[in-house]
Nanobody
Framework: QVQLVESGGGLVQAGGSLRLSCAAS????????MGWFRQAPGREREFIAA????????YYADSVKGRFTISRENAKNTVYLQLNRLKPEDTAAYYC?????????????????????WGQGTQVTVSS
């Protein structure tokens, strides 16, 4: 069982930045594909970004491309999500997710149901 713990959320003004972190409790973190999702009240969970363990390839939702950056630091068992140029519509609970091994279909990176482990979430609130 892998536990994921997110941190770094908070209240920020529009145009500001935050960096979210997700620490994983596994010694084989380097072998996990990782993703970030978010969910706003009354809305469905939304894919934000993902990173492949094997190639380092990153994937982004169109709504955040060019503003958000996903990265990982395997030595610290941590994946990050840098949020820049934040907008009020980015307000949501942000969740990291993990799956052991590698997705073979690009589509799987975007699909929450394909991930095995989830964190408890960290709230990001962007004021206008």
């Amino acid at each position: 069982q892998v536990q994921l713990v997110e941190s770094g959320g908070g209240l920020v003004q529009a145009g500001g930045s935050l960096r979210l972190s997700c620490a994983a409790s596994t010694r084989t973190f380097s072998l996990y594909d990782m993703g970030w999702f978010r969910q706003a009240p009354g809305r469905e969970r939304e894919f934000i970004a993902a990173i492949s363990w094997s190639s380092g390839t990153t994937y982004y939702a169109d709504s955040v491309k060019g503003r958000f950056t996903i990265s990982r630091e395997n030595a610290k068992n941590t994946v990050y999500l840098q949020l820049n140029r934040l907008k009020p519509e980015d307000t949501a609970a942000y969740y990291c997710a993990a799956v052991s091994g590698q997705f073979w279909s690009t589509r799987d990176y975007y699909t929450g149901a394909k991930y095995d482990y989830w964190g408890q979430g960290t709230q990001v609130t962007v004021s206008s």
